[in-house]
Protein backbone atom coordinates (compact mmCIF):
# COMPACT_ATOMS: atom_id res chain seq x y z
CA UNK A 1 0.00 0.00 0.00
CA UNK A 2 2.99 2.25 1.11
CA UNK A 3 4.37 1.83 -2.06
CA UNK A 4 1.29 2.22 -4.08
CA UNK A 5 0.89 5.82 -2.43
CA UNK A 6 4.32 6.63 -3.00
CA UNK A 7 4.05 5.41 -6.86
CA UNK A 8 1.20 8.04 -7.12
CA UNK A 9 2.89 10.98 -5.47
CA UNK A 10 5.39 10.22 -7.91
CA UNK A 11 3.05 10.33 -11.11
CA UNK A 12 1.62 13.46 -9.78
CA UNK A 13 4.97 16.01 -9.38
CA UNK A 14 5.67 15.16 -12.92
CA UNK A 15 2.52 16.51 -13.89
CA UNK A 16 3.84 19.62 -12.05
CA UNK A 17 5.99 22.03 -14.07
CA UNK A 18 9.64 21.85 -12.57
CA UNK A 19 9.79 25.34 -11.31
CA UNK A 20 6.91 25.10 -9.22
CA UNK A 21 8.05 21.69 -8.06
CA UNK A 22 10.14 23.56 -4.90
CA UNK A 23 9.70 23.93 -1.10
CA UNK A 24 8.35 27.51 -1.37
CA UNK A 25 5.65 26.35 -3.78
CA UNK A 26 4.33 24.23 -0.86
CA UNK A 27 1.20 25.15 0.91
CA UNK A 28 2.84 24.14 4.34
CA UNK A 29 5.86 26.07 3.30
CA UNK A 30 5.27 30.07 4.40
CA UNK A 31 3.74 28.59 8.14
CA UNK A 32 6.92 26.33 8.20
CA UNK A 33 9.34 29.52 7.90
CA UNK A 34 6.96 31.54 10.35
CA UNK A 35 7.48 29.08 12.78
CA UNK A 36 11.00 29.16 12.68
CA UNK A 37 11.71 32.88 13.00
CA UNK A 38 9.42 33.12 16.01
CA UNK A 39 11.40 30.43 17.80
CA UNK A 40 14.96 31.93 16.55
CA UNK A 41 13.57 35.37 18.32
CA UNK A 42 12.29 33.19 21.16
CA UNK A 43 16.06 32.07 21.56
CA UNK A 44 17.46 35.14 20.89
CA UNK A 45 14.98 36.99 24.04
CA UNK A 46 15.95 33.82 25.96
CA UNK A 47 19.30 34.07 25.29
CA UNK A 48 19.52 38.11 26.60
CA UNK A 49 17.48 37.85 29.56
CA UNK A 50 19.77 34.75 30.51
CA UNK A 51 22.98 37.38 29.71
CA UNK A 52 21.35 40.46 31.56
CA UNK A 53 21.72 37.58 34.68
CA UNK A 54 24.44 35.75 34.37
CA UNK A 55 26.89 37.82 32.17
CA UNK A 56 27.98 37.62 28.41
CA UNK A 57 29.86 34.24 28.96
CA UNK A 58 26.54 33.11 28.78
CA UNK A 59 26.01 33.94 25.33
CA UNK A 60 28.40 30.88 23.93
CA UNK A 61 25.85 28.66 25.15
CA UNK A 62 23.01 30.38 23.76
CA UNK A 63 24.50 31.43 20.43
CA UNK A 64 25.03 28.34 19.00
CA UNK A 65 21.10 27.33 18.85
CA UNK A 66 20.60 30.85 17.66
CA UNK A 67 23.20 30.63 14.87
CA UNK A 68 21.80 27.22 13.88
CA UNK A 69 18.30 28.14 13.81
CA UNK A 70 19.36 31.53 11.40
CA UNK A 71 21.37 28.89 9.36
CA UNK A 72 18.29 27.37 8.48
CA UNK A 73 16.60 30.11 7.77
CA UNK A 74 19.04 31.50 5.22
CA UNK A 75 19.42 28.17 3.38
CA UNK A 76 15.70 28.68 2.88
CA UNK A 77 15.61 31.44 1.30
CA UNK A 78 14.48 31.04 -2.96
CA UNK A 79 16.93 30.67 -5.16
CA UNK A 80 16.93 34.35 -7.00
CA UNK A 81 18.47 32.91 -10.11
CA UNK A 82 15.80 29.89 -10.63
CA UNK A 83 14.07 30.91 -13.52
CA UNK A 84 16.32 33.16 -15.04
CA UNK A 85 17.63 31.97 -18.32
CA UNK A 86 20.72 33.52 -18.89
CA UNK A 87 23.88 33.11 -17.02
CA UNK A 88 24.07 34.20 -13.32
CA UNK A 89 25.79 37.63 -13.10
CA UNK A 90 28.96 37.94 -11.68
CA UNK A 91 29.04 38.67 -7.99
CA UNK A 92 29.42 41.94 -6.79
CA UNK A 93 32.05 41.25 -4.06
CA UNK A 94 35.01 40.14 -5.66
CA UNK A 95 36.85 43.74 -4.42
CA UNK A 96 35.86 42.82 -0.84
CA UNK A 97 37.79 39.50 -1.81
CA UNK A 98 40.72 40.81 -2.51
CA UNK A 99 40.69 43.60 0.01
CA UNK A 100 40.31 41.17 2.67
CA UNK A 101 42.68 38.93 1.15
CA UNK A 102 45.66 41.70 1.08
CA UNK A 103 44.81 43.27 4.75
CA UNK A 104 45.46 40.16 6.27
CA UNK A 105 49.44 41.25 5.52
CA UNK A 106 49.48 44.81 4.91
CA UNK A 107 47.76 46.04 8.84
CA UNK A 108 49.49 44.83 11.62
CA UNK A 109 47.36 42.48 13.80
CA UNK A 110 48.29 43.70 17.25
CA UNK A 111 46.99 47.65 16.10
CA UNK A 112 42.75 47.28 16.94
CA UNK A 113 40.45 50.45 16.24
CA UNK A 114 39.00 51.85 19.73
CA UNK A 115 35.58 50.88 19.10
CA UNK A 116 33.40 52.15 22.29
CA UNK A 117 31.38 48.85 23.55
CA UNK A 118 32.97 46.62 20.71
CA UNK A 119 36.12 44.27 21.34
CA UNK A 120 39.62 43.50 19.51
CA UNK A 121 38.60 45.34 16.08
CA UNK A 122 41.00 45.57 13.84
CA UNK A 123 40.03 46.67 9.95
CA UNK A 124 40.60 43.06 8.62
CA UNK A 125 38.11 42.03 10.86
CA UNK A 126 35.56 44.35 9.80
CA UNK A 127 36.88 43.68 5.81
CA UNK A 128 35.60 40.05 6.90
CA UNK A 129 32.76 41.03 8.25
CA UNK A 130 31.47 42.63 5.46
CA UNK A 131 32.98 39.45 2.70
CA UNK A 132 30.77 36.99 5.08
CA UNK A 133 27.57 39.08 5.56
CA UNK A 134 27.91 39.46 0.89
CA UNK A 135 28.46 35.80 1.64
CA UNK A 136 25.28 35.25 3.47
CA UNK A 137 23.45 37.20 1.32
CA UNK A 138 24.07 35.38 -2.18
CA UNK A 139 24.61 32.14 -1.78
CA UNK A 140 21.75 31.19 -0.47
CA UNK A 141 19.85 32.77 -3.42
CA UNK A 142 22.11 31.58 -6.09
CA UNK A 143 21.81 27.90 -6.81
CA UNK A 144 24.84 28.17 -9.80
CA UNK A 145 26.85 29.49 -7.50
CA UNK A 146 26.45 26.84 -5.09
CA UNK A 147 26.86 24.12 -7.53
CA UNK A 148 30.13 25.59 -9.09
CA UNK A 149 31.69 26.07 -5.85
CA UNK A 150 30.72 22.50 -4.58
CA UNK A 151 32.27 20.98 -7.91
CA UNK A 152 35.40 23.28 -8.01
CA UNK A 153 36.41 22.21 -4.28
CA UNK A 154 35.36 19.06 -4.46
CA UNK A 155 37.07 18.12 -8.09
CA UNK A 156 39.41 15.94 -6.54
CA UNK A 157 38.43 13.42 -4.13
CA UNK A 158 41.36 12.99 -2.39
CA UNK A 159 41.79 16.53 -1.13
CA UNK A 160 37.99 16.94 -0.18
CA UNK A 161 38.59 13.45 1.75
CA UNK A 162 41.09 14.85 3.56
CA UNK A 163 39.72 18.13 4.23
CA UNK A 164 36.25 16.45 5.21
CA UNK A 165 38.12 14.59 7.51
CA UNK A 166 40.31 16.67 9.66
CA UNK A 167 37.18 18.71 10.21
CA UNK A 168 35.12 15.42 11.51
CA UNK A 169 38.00 15.02 13.66
CA UNK A 170 37.54 18.50 15.03
CA UNK A 171 33.69 17.43 15.79
CA UNK A 172 34.69 14.07 17.11
CA UNK A 173 37.32 14.97 19.63
CA UNK A 174 35.19 18.21 21.35
CA UNK A 175 33.95 15.63 24.46
CA UNK A 176 37.55 15.27 24.57
CA UNK A 177 38.54 18.84 25.75
CA UNK A 178 38.91 20.21 28.95
CA UNK A 179 35.98 22.65 27.84
CA UNK A 180 34.21 21.56 24.55
CA UNK A 181 32.16 25.47 24.77
CA UNK A 182 36.05 26.79 24.60
CA UNK A 183 37.02 24.51 22.03
CA UNK A 184 34.05 24.69 19.72
CA UNK A 185 34.31 28.59 20.31
CA UNK A 186 38.06 28.53 18.74
CA UNK A 187 37.42 25.87 16.26
CA UNK A 188 35.02 27.92 14.77
CA UNK A 189 36.51 30.90 14.63
CA UNK A 190 39.95 29.11 12.62
CA UNK A 191 37.53 27.96 10.60
CA UNK A 192 35.75 31.69 9.83
CA UNK A 193 39.32 32.86 9.55
CA UNK A 194 41.06 29.97 7.06
CA UNK A 195 38.73 29.08 4.73
CA UNK A 196 36.36 33.06 4.28
CA UNK A 197 39.15 33.18 1.64
CA UNK A 198 39.11 30.12 0.00
CA UNK A 199 35.08 29.84 -0.45
CA UNK A 200 34.99 33.43 -1.44
CA UNK A 201 37.40 32.89 -4.03
CA UNK A 202 35.73 29.65 -5.06
CA UNK A 203 32.37 31.47 -6.67
CA UNK A 204 34.82 33.13 -9.26
CA UNK A 205 37.07 30.33 -9.91
CA UNK A 206 34.70 28.64 -12.88
CA UNK A 207 35.76 31.47 -15.00
CA UNK A 208 40.17 31.37 -15.73
CA UNK A 209 40.11 35.20 -15.99
CA UNK A 210 39.46 36.29 -12.08
CA UNK A 211 42.96 34.19 -11.72
CA UNK A 212 45.66 36.94 -11.98
CA UNK A 213 44.27 39.12 -10.25
CA UNK A 214 44.10 37.24 -6.98
CA UNK A 215 47.72 35.87 -7.86
CA UNK A 216 48.41 39.58 -8.40
CA UNK A 217 46.93 40.87 -5.16
CA UNK A 218 49.13 37.59 -3.29
CA UNK A 219 52.20 38.53 -4.89
CA UNK A 220 52.21 42.79 -4.70
CA UNK A 221 51.05 42.10 -0.80
CA UNK A 222 54.22 40.21 -0.52
CA UNK A 223 56.73 43.02 -2.26
CA UNK A 224 54.84 45.62 0.10
CA UNK A 225 55.64 43.28 3.22
CA UNK A 226 59.33 43.40 1.78
CA UNK A 227 59.67 47.23 1.15
CA UNK A 228 58.04 47.43 5.01
CA UNK A 229 61.14 45.27 5.71
CA UNK A 230 63.40 47.46 4.03
CA UNK A 231 62.29 50.77 6.01
CA UNK A 232 62.18 48.55 9.05
CA UNK A 233 65.85 47.32 9.01
CA UNK A 234 66.96 51.06 8.62
CA UNK A 235 64.80 52.46 11.72
CA UNK A 236 65.85 49.39 13.67
CA UNK A 237 61.96 49.28 14.98
CA UNK A 238 58.68 48.58 13.43
CA UNK A 239 57.65 52.56 11.61
CA UNK A 240 54.28 52.37 13.06
CA UNK A 241 55.44 51.81 16.62
CA UNK A 242 55.94 54.78 18.56
CA UNK A 243 53.18 56.44 16.15
CA UNK A 244 49.74 55.05 17.31
CA UNK A 245 47.28 57.63 17.13
CA UNK A 246 45.01 57.64 20.19
CA UNK A 247 41.91 56.47 18.30
CA UNK A 248 43.55 53.21 17.95
CA UNK A 249 45.72 50.84 20.78
CA UNK A 250 47.84 47.78 20.78
CA UNK A 251 47.68 44.97 22.46
CA UNK A 252 50.13 45.31 25.99
CA UNK A 253 51.17 41.75 25.81
CA UNK A 254 52.95 42.18 22.66
CA UNK A 255 54.21 45.71 22.84
CA UNK A 256 57.50 44.97 24.62
CA UNK A 257 58.05 42.47 21.95
CA UNK A 258 57.80 44.33 18.82
CA UNK A 259 60.20 47.06 20.84
CA UNK A 260 62.49 44.77 20.58
CA UNK A 261 65.10 43.56 18.06
CA UNK A 262 64.33 40.23 18.88
CA UNK A 263 67.77 39.44 18.15
CA UNK A 264 69.03 35.63 19.83
CA UNK A 265 71.31 34.86 22.25
CA UNK A 266 74.89 36.13 21.32
CA UNK A 267 74.17 37.79 18.28
CA UNK A 268 72.66 41.52 18.53
CA UNK A 269 71.40 42.01 15.03
CA UNK A 270 67.91 43.25 14.48
CA UNK A 271 65.86 40.90 13.10
CA UNK A 272 62.94 42.13 10.36
CA UNK A 273 59.42 41.49 10.88
CA UNK A 274 57.64 43.55 8.61
CA UNK A 275 53.96 43.49 9.67
CA UNK A 276 54.08 40.18 11.98
CA UNK A 277 54.44 40.37 15.74
CA UNK A 278 57.28 38.04 15.87
CA UNK A 279 59.92 37.41 13.12
CA UNK A 280 59.55 33.36 12.69
CA UNK A 281 55.62 34.13 11.71
CA UNK A 282 56.55 36.47 9.10
CA UNK A 283 59.06 33.41 7.72
CA UNK A 284 56.46 30.89 7.90
CA UNK A 285 54.36 33.51 5.60
CA UNK A 286 57.67 33.92 3.21
CA UNK A 287 57.45 30.50 2.73
CA UNK A 288 54.34 30.48 1.46
CA UNK A 289 54.50 33.88 -1.22
CA UNK A 290 58.04 33.57 -1.95
CA UNK A 291 57.52 31.20 -4.94
CA UNK A 292 54.91 33.72 -5.99
CA UNK A 293 57.45 36.59 -6.37
CA UNK A 294 60.29 34.60 -7.69
CA UNK A 295 58.15 33.42 -10.22
CA UNK A 296 56.93 36.98 -11.04
CA UNK A 297 60.09 38.29 -11.40
CA UNK A 298 60.95 35.38 -14.33
CA UNK A 299 57.73 36.45 -15.88
CA UNK A 300 59.10 40.37 -16.06
CA UNK A 301 60.01 41.39 -19.63
CA UNK A 302 61.11 44.49 -21.26
CA UNK A 303 61.28 47.70 -19.47
CA UNK A 304 60.36 45.27 -16.44
CA UNK A 305 63.33 43.32 -16.20
CA UNK A 306 64.89 46.50 -14.08
CA UNK A 307 62.11 45.88 -11.83
CA UNK A 308 63.03 42.43 -11.45
CA UNK A 309 66.70 43.22 -10.57
CA UNK A 310 65.81 45.51 -7.64
CA UNK A 311 63.00 42.25 -6.74
CA UNK A 312 66.58 40.32 -6.17
CA UNK A 313 67.92 42.20 -4.13
CA UNK A 314 64.62 42.96 -1.94
CA UNK A 315 64.27 39.26 -1.79
CA UNK A 316 67.61 38.78 -0.58
CA UNK A 317 67.85 41.81 1.92
CA UNK A 318 64.49 40.04 3.43
CA UNK A 319 65.89 36.33 3.80
CA UNK A 320 69.13 37.42 4.96
CA UNK A 321 68.06 40.14 7.49
CA UNK A 322 65.25 38.06 8.73
CA UNK A 323 68.14 36.20 10.74
CA UNK A 324 65.91 32.52 10.75
CA UNK A 325 66.63 29.58 9.24
CA UNK A 326 62.99 29.77 8.14
CA UNK A 327 63.95 32.06 5.57
CA UNK A 328 66.75 30.78 4.47
CA UNK A 329 64.45 27.51 4.14
CA UNK A 330 61.50 29.89 2.57
CA UNK A 331 64.13 30.93 -0.53
CA UNK A 332 65.75 27.51 -0.95
CA UNK A 333 63.06 25.75 -1.49
CA UNK A 334 61.75 27.66 -4.49
CA UNK A 335 64.61 27.61 -6.11
CA UNK A 336 65.69 24.24 -6.26
CA UNK A 337 61.90 22.76 -7.14
CA UNK A 338 61.59 25.73 -9.84
CA UNK A 339 64.64 24.41 -11.58
CA UNK A 340 63.61 20.39 -11.19
CA UNK A 341 60.16 21.49 -12.38
CA UNK A 342 61.18 22.98 -14.90
CA UNK A 343 63.67 20.24 -16.39
CA UNK A 344 60.85 17.64 -15.73
CA UNK A 345 58.38 19.40 -18.10
CA UNK A 346 60.92 20.36 -20.86
CA UNK A 347 61.78 16.70 -20.75
CA UNK A 348 58.04 15.67 -20.71
CA UNK A 349 56.71 18.34 -23.48
CA UNK A 350 60.14 17.79 -25.63
CA UNK A 351 60.93 15.31 -28.31
CA UNK A 352 64.81 13.39 -29.29
CA UNK A 353 65.79 16.67 -31.26
CA UNK A 354 65.76 18.65 -27.34
CA UNK A 355 68.07 16.07 -26.24
CA UNK A 356 71.19 18.02 -25.92
CA UNK A 357 69.00 21.30 -24.23
CA UNK A 358 67.60 18.56 -21.83
CA UNK A 359 70.87 17.80 -21.23
CA UNK A 360 72.41 21.15 -20.75
CA UNK A 361 69.50 22.21 -18.13
CA UNK A 362 70.08 18.78 -16.27
CA UNK A 363 73.24 19.83 -15.64
CA UNK A 364 72.57 23.52 -14.75
CA UNK A 365 70.13 22.32 -12.19
CA UNK A 366 73.27 19.25 -10.98
CA UNK A 367 75.33 22.41 -10.81
CA UNK A 368 73.88 24.67 -8.87
CA UNK A 369 72.03 21.76 -6.58
CA UNK A 370 75.97 20.87 -6.21
CA UNK A 371 77.38 24.47 -5.91
CA UNK A 372 74.26 24.95 -3.04
CA UNK A 373 75.56 21.48 -1.17
CA UNK A 374 79.28 22.87 -1.13
CA UNK A 375 78.34 25.72 0.16
CA UNK A 376 76.71 24.32 3.09
CA UNK A 377 79.23 21.29 3.79
CA UNK A 378 81.99 24.52 4.09
CA UNK A 379 80.35 27.35 5.14
CA UNK A 380 80.13 27.34 8.73
CA UNK A 381 77.43 30.37 8.67
CA UNK A 382 75.47 28.85 5.86
CA UNK A 383 75.17 25.93 8.07
CA UNK A 384 74.01 27.64 10.96
CA UNK A 385 71.44 29.30 9.13
CA UNK A 386 69.99 26.40 7.49
CA UNK A 387 70.44 23.93 10.13
CA UNK A 388 71.23 25.58 13.29
CA UNK A 389 73.57 26.46 15.12
CA UNK A 390 74.71 27.43 19.26
CA UNK A 391 72.57 30.32 18.58
CA UNK A 392 69.86 27.79 18.26
CA UNK A 393 70.23 25.62 21.15
CA UNK A 394 67.61 26.84 23.50
CA UNK A 395 65.00 26.63 20.50
CA UNK A 396 66.01 23.37 19.81
CA UNK A 397 66.50 22.24 23.43
CA UNK A 398 62.90 23.41 23.95
CA UNK A 399 61.50 21.62 21.18
CA UNK A 400 62.91 18.61 22.03
CA UNK A 401 60.99 18.88 25.49
CA UNK A 402 57.87 19.76 24.03
CA UNK A 403 58.11 16.52 21.59
CA UNK A 404 59.10 14.26 24.75
CA UNK A 405 55.98 15.97 25.70
CA UNK A 406 53.68 14.81 22.92
CA UNK A 407 54.89 11.47 22.55
CA UNK A 408 53.89 10.77 26.12
CA UNK A 409 50.76 12.71 25.91
CA UNK A 410 49.72 10.59 22.04
CA UNK A 411 50.64 7.47 24.40
CA UNK A 412 48.04 8.46 26.92
CA UNK A 413 45.45 10.08 24.15
CA UNK A 414 46.00 9.11 20.41
CA UNK A 415 42.73 10.59 19.31
CA UNK A 416 43.70 13.96 20.27
CA UNK A 417 42.27 16.89 23.11
CA UNK A 418 40.46 19.23 21.01
CA UNK A 419 41.71 22.14 18.54
CA UNK A 420 43.78 24.95 20.62
CA UNK A 421 44.60 22.54 23.76
CA UNK A 422 47.69 21.50 22.90
CA UNK A 423 49.37 23.83 24.77
CA UNK A 424 48.25 23.02 28.12
CA UNK A 425 49.27 19.56 28.11
CA UNK A 426 52.76 19.21 26.37
CA UNK A 427 53.74 23.39 26.08
CA UNK A 428 57.15 23.99 27.80
CA UNK A 429 57.50 27.43 29.87
CA UNK A 430 59.68 29.74 28.69
CA UNK A 431 59.66 33.72 30.66
CA UNK A 432 56.32 32.35 32.35
CA UNK A 433 54.67 31.42 29.57
CA UNK A 434 53.98 27.80 27.86
CA UNK A 435 54.37 27.69 24.29
CA UNK A 436 54.57 25.30 21.45
CA UNK A 437 56.91 25.77 18.54
CA UNK A 438 55.80 23.20 16.19
CA UNK A 439 52.30 23.27 14.47
CA UNK A 440 53.49 19.63 13.63
CA UNK A 441 52.99 18.91 17.86
CA UNK A 442 49.95 21.34 17.69
CA UNK A 443 48.03 18.98 15.10
CA UNK A 444 49.33 15.81 16.80
CA UNK A 445 48.23 16.35 20.18
CA UNK A 446 44.84 18.30 19.45
CA UNK A 447 43.53 15.81 16.61
CA UNK A 448 45.77 13.13 17.39
CA UNK A 449 47.42 11.23 13.97
CA UNK A 450 44.50 10.85 12.32
CA UNK A 451 44.33 14.80 12.40
CA UNK A 452 48.07 15.06 11.44
CA UNK A 453 48.04 13.60 8.51
CA UNK A 454 44.58 14.98 7.11
CA UNK A 455 45.59 18.46 8.01
CA UNK A 456 48.99 18.01 5.72
CA UNK A 457 48.40 15.44 3.20
CA UNK A 458 45.48 17.94 2.15
CA UNK A 459 48.45 20.37 1.34
CA UNK A 460 50.65 17.87 0.05
CA UNK A 461 48.04 16.04 -2.45
CA UNK A 462 47.10 19.80 -3.46
CA UNK A 463 50.93 20.62 -4.06
CA UNK A 464 51.17 17.57 -6.07
CA UNK A 465 47.98 18.98 -8.18
CA UNK A 466 49.87 22.03 -8.70
CA UNK A 467 53.07 20.36 -9.54
CA UNK A 468 50.96 18.36 -12.27
CA UNK A 469 49.37 21.36 -13.34
CA UNK A 470 52.65 23.23 -14.03
CA UNK A 471 54.43 20.19 -16.16
CA UNK A 472 51.49 20.17 -18.24
CA UNK A 473 50.90 24.10 -18.53
CA UNK A 474 49.91 25.30 -21.37
CA UNK A 475 49.30 29.16 -20.02
CA UNK A 476 49.82 31.45 -17.14
CA UNK A 477 47.47 30.56 -14.16
CA UNK A 478 48.43 27.45 -14.86
CA UNK A 479 52.05 27.72 -14.24
CA UNK A 480 51.04 29.91 -10.97
CA UNK A 481 49.53 26.50 -9.55
CA UNK A 482 52.94 25.72 -9.72
CA UNK A 483 54.26 28.38 -8.35
CA UNK A 484 51.23 27.75 -5.27
CA UNK A 485 51.85 23.97 -4.69
CA UNK A 486 55.77 24.92 -3.87
CA UNK A 487 54.74 27.51 -1.97
CA UNK A 488 52.70 24.76 -0.18
CA UNK A 489 55.90 22.15 0.28
CA UNK A 490 57.77 25.37 1.92
CA UNK A 491 55.18 26.44 4.39
CA UNK A 492 54.70 22.70 5.54
CA UNK A 493 58.30 22.00 6.02
CA UNK A 494 58.52 25.44 8.05
CA UNK A 495 55.63 24.68 10.02
CA UNK A 496 57.92 21.64 11.91
CA UNK A 497 59.29 24.60 13.72
CA UNK A 498 56.87 27.09 13.79
CA UNK A 499 53.35 26.90 15.61
CA UNK A 500 51.24 29.29 13.82
CA UNK A 501 48.08 29.85 11.92
CA UNK A 502 47.83 33.47 11.00
CA UNK A 503 49.06 32.44 7.33
CA UNK A 504 46.94 29.67 7.09
CA UNK A 505 44.16 31.58 5.31
CA UNK A 506 46.83 31.52 1.83
CA UNK A 507 47.54 27.90 2.05
CA UNK A 508 44.03 27.21 2.04
CA UNK A 509 43.40 29.56 -0.87
CA UNK A 510 46.48 28.44 -2.74
CA UNK A 511 45.25 24.83 -2.53
CA UNK A 512 41.61 25.92 -3.64
CA UNK A 513 43.46 27.89 -6.52
CA UNK A 514 45.22 24.67 -7.79
CA UNK A 515 42.21 22.02 -7.13
CA UNK A 516 40.23 24.85 -9.46
CA UNK A 517 43.31 24.88 -12.24
CA UNK A 518 43.48 21.27 -12.26
CA UNK A 519 39.73 20.99 -13.15
CA UNK A 520 40.79 23.55 -15.78
CA UNK A 521 43.47 21.86 -17.00
CA UNK A 522 41.57 18.31 -17.24
CA UNK A 523 38.70 19.62 -19.66
CA UNK A 524 41.22 21.44 -21.68
CA UNK A 525 43.09 18.49 -22.45
CA UNK A 526 39.92 16.46 -22.78
CA UNK A 527 38.48 19.29 -25.67
CA UNK A 528 42.10 18.79 -27.37
CA UNK A 529 41.95 14.98 -27.82
CA UNK A 530 38.39 15.54 -29.39
CA UNK A 531 39.36 18.27 -31.38
CA UNK A 532 42.43 15.87 -32.34
CA UNK A 533 40.19 12.87 -32.89
CA UNK A 534 37.56 14.98 -34.78
CA UNK A 535 40.45 15.71 -36.90
CA UNK A 536 41.50 12.51 -37.65
CA UNK A 537 38.38 11.20 -38.52
CA UNK A 538 38.26 9.87 -42.32
CA UNK A 539 35.27 10.06 -44.13
CA UNK A 540 34.40 7.66 -47.40
CA UNK A 541 35.59 8.05 -50.20
CA UNK A 542 34.11 6.87 -53.60
CA UNK A 543 36.36 4.11 -55.65
CA UNK A 544 36.36 4.21 -59.58
CA UNK A 545 35.68 1.24 -61.01
Known amino acids: MALASRTAVMRRSTRIMAPYNRLEFRPWFPVFKLVLICLMMAMIVYGSALATVGGTQVLKTVSLPILGLLGVVIWLLPDADTHSRGETADLPFLPVLLTFIASIIVWPSYIAIVIPGLPWITPPRLILAVLLAMMLIYYPQRGRVRSQIVDTLGYDRIAISLFLLYECLNFIVLPLSPGPAETASYWALQDVMNFSAVIGAAAFLHNPKYFKPIYAVVTCVAIYSMLVAVLENYMQIPPWAENIPSFMRIDEDWLARILSPQARVGDTRYRIRSTFPVVLYYTLYLSLVMPMVLYAMTRMTGRFRILGLSLIVLVLHTAWFANARTAIIALIVPLVCFSVMTVARSIANGSRRDALKFGIRGMMVLMAVGMLGGVLATSHRAQMYVFGGKQHAGSNLAREKQWANAWAQLAKNPVGVGAGNSIEFVGVDVRGNKIVDSLYIN ?68 CGLIVATKRHQDRRIAEEARNVGKGESTALVPVRR
Open 443 to 510: MLVDLGYLGFIAYFGMFLRCAWLGIRCFLRAANEYEEYAGAAAVGLIGYTINCSVVSNTDSAYLAFLF
